[in-house]
């Protein structure tokens, strides 16, 4: 094999439409346009979202809500995941998502660990934020919640 002799595979480069070009090609005359109008024109059409001219429904609905750059966003994680970890274990951001006990969030502060089910092991966490009720279960199971970052 030579590579001037290398081709795209059938069917994988399709010849542009010839507009225009007599009746026989099935786009001659208008040139697949119709007849006048908005859209036979050069440089025809509208813009998206364009309406006719009467109020665009993004300006006839009232503006609403706010979107804080700033918020920090956490993996959540309740107690009640962590039941099946075997004592010992270190839980952290790592291992929540490498086991699938959460999902992976875009631009995170790290973890944060909620008080919904319960423990029974004795297992390290170490995440960035936990709610009370969160941090007395893992204490009261014989573990340790550390606060890291």
């Known amino acids: 094999m030579r590579i001037d002799t290398i081709s795209p595979a059938e069917g994988a480069r399709t010849s542009a439409k010839r507009l225009g070009r007599g009746i026989g090609s099935g786009l ?37 809500g706010f979107n804080n750059h700033f918020r920090k966003e956490y993996v959540v994680v309740n107690v009640g995941d962590l039941a099946d970890v075997p004592a010992g274990t270190v839980v952290d951001y790592a291992f929540v998502v490498s086991n699938g006990l959460a999902k992976e ?10 008080g919904n089910g319960e423990i029974g092991v004795a297992i390290t966490v170490k995440a960035a934020k936990y709610s009370a009720t969160a941090k007395a279960a893992i204490e009261q199971a014989g573990g340790t919640a550390e606060v890291i970052g």
Do not use: D, Y
């Open 28 to 64: 001659g005359k208008t040139s697949g346009k119709g007849h006048k109008g908005q859209w036979a024109r050069s440089g025809g059409g509208v813009r998206p979202g364009f309406e006719g001219g009467q109020m665009p429904l993004a300006r006839r609905i009232p503006k609403r």
């Open 105 to 114: 969030v875009k631009n995170n502060c790290g973890l944060k660990v909620l």
